[in-house]
């Protein structure tokens, strides 16, 4: 390695904090919300006087048509917004890796079967299953609106989690833990569930970035979570209609959406390369660069060996 | 004629239609009302009796459900309240309008996106890399509506140079044949835009990775050692890389799908997007299920069509494929 190549991972590793200290800083206003912001989100502070003020000292961010103040809406709609999308994706995970653990386990048919309707669920547009819901359920609140979205974003991690089970159980301390008499709840919980951790939480950082642009456009569209309830979509859905003129309104909660789905986009490739999926389970796929975000390609279950007498020995 | 491996997708493709065709279906009965509620309050039992009867709401459920597919196997999709007209008639105008999208969003954004990404796997880590990286990871994590908007604001309202919405301009009838050509690709020019650069961003991001893995492997080494020049080396290098990147490619169609949903919504495109989210709007619910049927079908058709591709361009899989059906290739000695 040569010096001017010490220097850029150094510089790198200098640069490494931002993300997460931006995103902490995301994270603390969204809690703190409440506390900090200078007007409650709801509040019309002047209908007649400060209407769609531009931005001044006393509001930051402007006022918006019904003349309350953007930046305490923002502040609010970080509460909502990444609070939906972290929910939401937690139920996810939560889903995925038990259905993924069950297919993994289960008895060779029915895991044939499990496996073909995570793929086929896959291959059904999510957004449009959303627009169908929310065009019959109505209005959702926003805890059912959060069911819905996670209840629906749990395919893909099924899937990985399927797939990386089957290759760890082919390893070594997994055939040994069994050979030592562990059951199966007992070798997935403390055997193979913290192999599992990284990849959660790659994929799960990644799902929390589409989750927070998925909720923006749900808003936006009207179908998403409602007014007034304050939130990044339904902020930029207020403002949509005279983004020229009040360019405010729009501004500020899209630069915040932009930038929170940015920060855990790069938190998610910074997480993918410290943990490297493609080598926790130790078995070297012909493109690990493939793995994060989306399932393992097809040519990975070809060059595995297939259903092997480890498998089929590792259940009790 | 077709292998193993597409047999099985061309099963999968069945599969993802039948499963949307049954979610549209448990969607329909999920809303609230039928036409007997429709009716009003002035209307006796047996009246409300006959309408459930007439529209087969009294049969059971699995008798109405096959009676929905059968239907959708002849084309029929209902009828739309909003329009007045059937859905399938609806559907059929709106469709072309989304293809027109669709399909060059698609072949440019995979076209770009691998040229790109794979001249940043080949200098990986340099800093033209990186700042490449960072422009496309900006790109790839603004939402279609925000970055539609924007665009929608600078060419259209601030600069004027483009027209902001529609398929064509309201003297499209009167243009001559070039000029009316000329007018449907400015009309083009800004949602186009806006569903490729994203998808060249994802496009970007994986053949980077994908390339850049290649380039380490042996074989390349022994290519480069054997002393082949470095464009055909690389050529090589790009072949076996663009494979995931095809995959993911059918994997990627329903993002284009909702991308395409948001960009004609913002542009006044009277897609599928559109119409869907009119119907949604006017509670014409046989418009929304069958949009459901319709965009599963299109992104089930649209995998099968990746895996026939990778298929092609991966010599492997079809010597696979002979390998994994001994009896198939045993039965053709006998024969």
Request: charged share 15%.
């Amino acid at each position: 390695m040569n010096a001017s190549s010490i220097a850029i991972s150094s510089t790198a590793e200098r640069r490494d904090w931002l993300p997460w200290l931006l995103l902490a800083l995301f994270a603390v206003l969204a809690v703190v919300a409440p506390w900090v912001s200078p007007y409650p989100p709801d509040l019309q502070l002047d209908i007649t006087g400060l209407r769609s003020a531009a931005p001044s000292a006393s509001h930051p961010f402007g006022t918006d048509s019904f003349s309350r103040d953007v930046l305490s809406r923002v502040l609010h709609g970080a509460r909502n917004s990444l609070g939906f999308a972290f929910g939401a994706v937690v139920l996810s995970v939560l889903v995925g890796t038990s259905y993924g653990a069950l297919t993994s386990f289960a008895p060779s048919a029915l895991s044939a079967v499990m496996r073909r309707a995570i793929d086929v669920a896959l291959s059904i547009p999510r957004l449009l299953v959303l627009l169908a819901f929310t065009a019959f359920l109505g209005p959702l609140p926003v805890w059912g609106l959060g069911l819905l979205v996670g209840l629906t974003g749990w395919f893909a991690t099924a899937r990985q989690v399927t797939d990386e089970l089957d290759a760890l159980q082919r390893r070594e301390f997994a055939l040994a833990a069994h050979a030592m008499g562990v059951r199966t709840p007992r070798l997935f919980q403390r055997h193979l569930l913290p192999h599992l951790a990284p990849i959660l939480a790659v994929t799960g950082t990644f799902a929390v970035a589409n989750t927070i642009a998925l909720e923006a456009g749900l808003s936006y569209l009207g179908l998403g979570i409602q007014p007034p309830t304050a939130s990044w979509g339904t902020i930029l859905q207020d403002g949509a209609g005279s983004i020229e003129s009040e360019w405010w309104i729009t501004l500020f909660p899209g630069l915040a959406t932009v930038g929170a789905v940015l920060l855990c986009n790069i938190l998610g490739d910074a997480l993918r390369d410290r943990f490297a999926p493609a080598h926790v389970a130790g078995v070297m796929p012909l493109w690990p660069g493939t793995v994060a975000s989306t399932s393992p390609s097809d040519d990975q279950r070809l060059t595995r060996a297939p259903e092997s007498s480890h498998r089929s020995a590792s259940r009790t | 004629m077709f292998s193993r491996r597409l047999l099985a997708r061309t099963w999968q493709c069945a599969l993802v239609i039948l499963s949307a065709a049954t979610l549209a279906f448990l969607c329909l009965h999920l809303a609230p009302g039928d036409p007997a509620s429709a009716l009003g309050e002035n209307v006796t039992p047996e009246v409300r009796a006959r309408m459930r009867a007439l529209y087969g709401f009294d049969e059971p459920l699995l008798t109405q459900y096959v009676r929905w597919l059968g239907a959708l196997l002849r084309g029929d999709l209902g009828w739309s309240t909003q329009q007045q007209r059937p859905v399938s008639a609806v559907l059929a105008d709106a469709l072309p309008n989304t293809l027109m999208l669709i399909v060059p969003a698609f072949a440019l954004s995979a076209a770009i996106g691998m040229l790109v990404g794979a001249w940043q796997g080949v200098h990986a880590r340099s800093r033209r890399d990186r700042i490449t990286s960072n422009v496309l990871l900006v790109i790839y994590s603004v939402p279609e509506f925000w970055l539609a908007m924007a665009l929608m604001l600078l060419f259209a309202r601030t600069w004027q140079v483009l027209p902001a919405t529609g398929v064509t301009s309201e003297m499209h009838a009167y243009m001559s044949t070039g000029d009316q050509l000329l007018d449907r690709l400015r009309h083009l020019v800004l949602p186009l835009t806006s569903v490729t650069l994203i998808g060249v961003a994802t496009f970007a991001r994986y053949q980077r990775n994908s390339m850049r893995d290649t380039v380490g492997q042996p074989f390349v080494r022994t290519a480069t050692a054997s002393g082949l020049p470095r464009s055909r080396v690389l050529r090589g290098a790009w072949r076996a890389s663009v494979l995931p990147v095809i995959t993911l490619g059918g994997i990627l169609l329903p993002s284009y799908l909702a991308g395409v949903i948001f960009v004609e919504q913002i542009f006044s495109w009277p897609g599928l997007g559109y119409v869907l989210l009119r119907a949604i709007a006017a509670r014409d619910y046989a418009v929304v299920a069958a949009s459901v049927v319709l965009g599963s079908t299109l992104t089930a058709l649209g995998a099968w069509l990746a895996e026939w591709l990778r298929e092609q361009a991966d010599p492997r899989l079809r010597t696979a494929s002979l390998s994994d059906s001994p009896s198939k290739s045993a039965a053709a000695e006998h024969a």
